[in-house]
C-alpha cells in the first residue's frame, strides 16, 4: 500500500541546510496498524507529511497503492490524499465556523459527491463515533476528546485505505485517550490501515508494528535490527534499519 | 462547487464583519465615484445616430484668401452660405442638408398664452430624412416648399400641446414672429445627445422645437444663433450669399465607400472652379468627416467630465489597493484552514477558486452599495451648474456595468491575496494550529 524507497527530506533556507529524512526506506502493508517513534525532531512528522503528501520529498520514491507519488502534479496529489487518505492530527484541526456534520462535509465535497451520498456517508461516520446527536453543534460546543471524535469521523467519512495520526491522543485525558485508541484500533481491524505517529510507549505498544526514526532514519523495532549508532560525530552512521520486504 | 464556495463565502463574511465591512466600503465608495463619472462619460460620448452614424459625412471647405495659410492647418469649422446652397442645389450625395441655429417668437392663438421664444432650425427639407427623425403626425415639407420659400413649418410635439393642446395638429397655423406658417409635421420626442449636427450651439441643450425652410428663414430674416466667423468686411450683412463668412452647417449621406469617395472627387472638382472663378485660393483641403469622427475631432466631451472620469478612476485604484491589503489579511488570517482543506483534498486550484468567489462576494455587495452612492452621486451633478447635468441619469446597461465592474475590480483586488493564500504549506499550518 505504501513504499518509500530512499526518501530523503532536504530543509534549504540560504545558510542552512536541514536533513529530516535520510534514505528512509519503508512499507506498510494492507491490515496494518503502526505506530511511529522517535525522538523530537527525529523526522516523525516529516515522515507522516510526506506519507500524506502534505510536503513534496527531495529524493527518492513513494509509491502510494502503486501510484508514484513524486509524478503528479498538483490536482493529481490532491485527488489522491481525498481518496485514498484521512488525516487525525493532535490539534483536530476542526474549522472552528463549520458544524460537526459541515466539517465531516469537507473531504467529500472535494470529491464531488452527490448530496444524498454525502449525507448519508456523515452521518454514518457521526454515529460510529458517537456524535451524530450533536451534528449540528460546533466545535467549540465540545469536549477536546469528542472534537477528535469529529476529525476521525472527518477522516473516515471518505473510507480511506490509509489512516494518518499525528500524536491523535497527545492533547487529551487519559480517558480520552483511550477511546480514541479504541476507535482507532477498531477501524484497522475493520480494514483501514493506521499508520500513527506518538511519544507515548504506551499508544506505541498496542500497534502490532513500531517503526523507530532516528535522525530521518527508520529502524523497524520489531522486524529490523536494532540501530547501531557506528560514529557518535557521524550522524549518518547510524545503520540503516532493515526494511520490511 | 461553485454553490458550496458561495455559501464558505457567506459563512466567512459574516464571521469577520468589520473587515468585511471596511472592504465593502473600499469597493463601494471607489465604484461609486467611477460609475458616477463613467455614467456623465457615457451619456455625453454615446453614438447620438449608430444607425447613420457612418455614412452621414459632415463637409468642410476652406474659401479663406492664401494670408496666413499654414500647410496642414484644418479647414473652417462650418461653411459659407453660397458653398453650403450651391453643394445643396448640385444634390450629388444621397441626401443633403444645410442648416443653421435660430430663435423666433412664437405668438400663440390661445389668449392666456404670452408670447414667447424658442429655439428653432432653419434647413432643407432633406434634414428630417436624414437624420431619421420621427414624425408624430405630418412629415416633412417638400423640395418646392423649399424652392418657392412657402411659409410652412414643422413643430414639436412638446410646442404643439403648449400652443394647440393636442399634438393632431398638422394643417393648423402657426404665427412666427409676424408671419402665419402652415404645420406640415408634429415631430416625436426627439433630442440627439449630442446635439450632434450644430455643435456651435449647446451640444447638450434641449434641441429645437421649431424647424422653418431655410429659403423661408432668409426671406423673413429670422434671427440666427451660433458662431460667424467672417474674414473680409465687404459686405454690410454678413449673412447674404457671397459674404466671406462661415456660419452653416452642412451634412451629406453617403452611403457607401465609393459614394464618399466620388463626393470627395466631386468637392475637390468644385474647389478648382472656385480657385478658377477667384473665389477660393488655398490649396484644396477638405474634410469629409462621420459623426463619430465629427465628434472626436470636435472633442465634444467637456474637460471637466474627463478630469472627473480621471479622478475617480484613481480613485476607485486607490481604494482597490487598500481591498487588496484587506483580503491579504483576511485570507492568510485563515491560513490554518486552508492547511486543512489542503490536507482534505483541496487542490491549489480549489483553494484558489474558492478565495477569489469570496472577493467576488465582497464586489457584488460592494456593487450594490456603488450602485448607490453613484445614483447619489448622479443626483449631486443633476442638482449642479454643468450644462449637461439634465443627462445625468444611469441607464440599464451603466447600471450592469457598475455591478460587473465591482465585481471585476474586487477579482482584481483578491486574485494576489488569492495566488497567497493557496499557496500556504499545509503542513505548516497542521502542526502549528
Not at chain 1, 517513534?37 to 502534505?54: H, Q, V, W
Not at chain 2, 410635439?157 to 402652415?182: C, I, P, Q
Not at chain 2, 430674416?221 to 457671397?242: A, F, I, Q
Not at chain 2, 465585481?407 to 493564500?421: E, K, V
Request: net charge negative.
Amino acid at each position: 500500500m505504501l513504499h518509500m524507497k530512499d526518501v530523503s527530506k532536504v530543509y534549504r533556507t540560504e545558510m542552512v541546510e536541514t536533513h529530516a529524512l535520510r534514505d528512509l526506506n519503508l512499507e506498510v502493508r494492507a491490515g496494518e496498524f503502526v505506530a511511529v517513534t522517535g525522538p523530537s525532531g527525529s523526522g516523525k512528522t516529516t515522515f507522516l507529511n510526506i506519507a500524506g503528501m502534505l510536503e513534496e520529498l527531495t529524493g527518492g520514491t513513494y509509491t502510494l497503492d502503486g501510484v508514484d507519488v513524486k509524478s503528479l502534479d498538483d490536482k493529481a496529489r490532491s485527488k489522491l490524499r481525498n481518496e485514498k487518505i484521512g488525516f487525525v492530527f493532535q490539534s483536530f484541526n476542526l474549522i472552528p465556523d463549520l458544524n460537526l456534520f459541515d466539517n465531516v462535509d469537507v473531504p467529500l465535497r472535494y470529491r464531488r459527491m452527490g448530496r444524498g451520498e454525502r449525507h448519508k456517508r456523515i452521518e454514518t461516520a457521526l454515529e460510529r463515533v458517537g456524535l451524530a446527536s450533536r451534528k449540528k453543534h460546533f466545535p467549540a460546543e465540545l469536549s477536546g476528546g469528542q472534537q477528535q471524535r469529529v476529525a476521525i469521523a472527518r477522516a473516515i467519512a471518505g473510507n480511506p485505505t490509509l489512516l494518518l495520526a499525528d500524536e491523535p491522543t497527545g492533547n487529551l485525558d487519559s480517558q480520552m485517550a483511550r477511546e480514541v485508541m479504541q476507535l482507532l484500533e477498531e477501524l484497522n481491524e475493520q480494514g483501514t490501515i493506521v499508520v500513527i505517529v506518538t511519544h507515548d510507549p504506551e499508544i506505541a505498544a498496542r500497534a502490532q508494528r513500531n517503526v523507530h526514526i532516528v535522525d530521518g532514519i527508520a529502524a523497524d523495532v520489531e522486524r529490523g535490527p536494532a540501530l547501531v549508532h557506528k560514529d557518535p560525530k557521524d550522524p549518518k552512521s547510524f545503520a540503516n534499519a532493515e526494511t520490511v520486504a | 462547487m461553485i454553490g458550496y464556495y458561495i455559501d464558505l463565502a457567506l459563512r466567512s463574511l459574516k464571521r469577520n464583519l468589520s473587515l468585511t465591512v471596511l472592504m465593502i466600503l473600499a469597493i463601494g465608495f471607489g465604484v461609486g465615484a467611477s460609475m458616477t463619472m463613467l455614467t456623465v462619460m457615457h451619456v455625453l460620448a454615446k453614438d447620438p445616430i449608430p444607425q447613420k452614424s457612418q455614412v452621414l459625412h459632415y463637409v468642410q471647405l476652406d474659401p479663406r484668401p492664401l494670408r496666413g495659410y499654414t500647410p496642414g492647418e484644418e479647414p473652417i469649422e462650418q461653411s459659407t452660405r453660397q458653398d453650403a446652397e450651391t453643394l445643396v442645389r448640385e444634390a450629388r450625395a444621397d441626401h443633403q442638408a444645410l442648416m443653421t441655429g435660430g430663435d423666433a417668437t412664437i405668438v400663440p392663438a390661445k389668449a392666456d398664452l404670452d408670447p414667447f421664444h424658442i429655439d428653432a432650425r432653419w434647413t432643407t427639407n432633406e434634414f428630417f430624412t436624414m437624420f431619421d427623425v420621427p414624425f408624430l403626425k405630418g412629415g416633412p415639407w417638400s423640395p418646392q416648399d423649399d424652392a418657392n420659400h412657402n411659409r410652412v413649418a414643422v413643430i414639436g410635439k412638446e410646442l404643439a400641446e403648449k400652443l394647440f393642446g393636442s399634438t393632431d395638429v398638422v394643417g393648423f397655423t402657426l404665427r412666427v414672429e409676424t408671419t402665419e406658417m402652415r404645420i406640415v409635421g408634429v415631430l416625436d420626442t426627439w433630442h440627439p445627445i449630442p446635439h450632434f449636427y450644430d455643435l456651435a450651439t449647446d451640444p447638450y441643450g434641449q434641441g429645437e422645437q421649431l424647424y422653418v425652410p431655410w429659403t423661408t428663414s432668409r426671406d423673413l430674416e429670422l434671427s440666427r444663433d451660433g458662431n460667424m466667423n467672417c474674414w473680409d468686411s465687404k459686405h454690410d450683412d454678413p449673412t447674404v450669399v457671397g459674404a466671406p463668412c462661415e456660419w452653416i452647417q452642412l451634412w451629406v449621406e453617403l452611403d457607401s465607400d465609393a459614394k464618399l469617395s466620388a463626393y470627395h472627387d466631386f468637392l475637390a472638382g468644385y474647389w478648382e472652379d472656385q480657385v478658377r472663378a477667384g473665389r477660393y485660393e488655398r490649396p484644396v483641403n477638405i474634410r469629409l468627416r462621420n459623426v463619430t469622427d465629427y465628434l472626436d475631432y470636435n472633442k465634444v466631451i467637456p474637460n471637466d467630465a474627463k478630469l472627473g472620469t480621471y479622478v475617480a478612476l484613481g480613485f476607485l485604484i486607490v481604494c482597490l489597493v487598500n481591498t487588496i491589503g484587506l483580503l491579504l489579511t483576511k485570507f492568510l488570517r485563515r491560513s490554518s484552514e486552508i492547511g486543512v482543506r489542503r490536507a482534505l483534498g483541496a487542490s491549489k486550484a480549489s483553494i484558489f477558486l474558492q478565495l477569489l468567489i469570496e472577493s467576488a462576494m465582497i464586489g457584488l455587495v460592494g456593487g450594490l452599495l456603488g450602485l448607490i452612492l453613484a445614483l447619489l452621486g448622479l443626483w449631486g451633478i443633476r442638482h449642479g451648474v454643468s450644462h449637461y447635468a439634465d443627462l445625468a441619469h444611469l441607464d440599464l446597461p451603466m447600471l450592469a456595468a457598475t455591478i460587473a465592474l465591482a465585481i471585476l475590480a474586487s477579482i482584481l483586488a483578491g486574485l494576489l491575496p488569492a495566488w497567497r493564500g493557496c499557496q500556504v504549506a499545509p503542513a505548516l499550518q497542521l502542526k502549528s494550529h
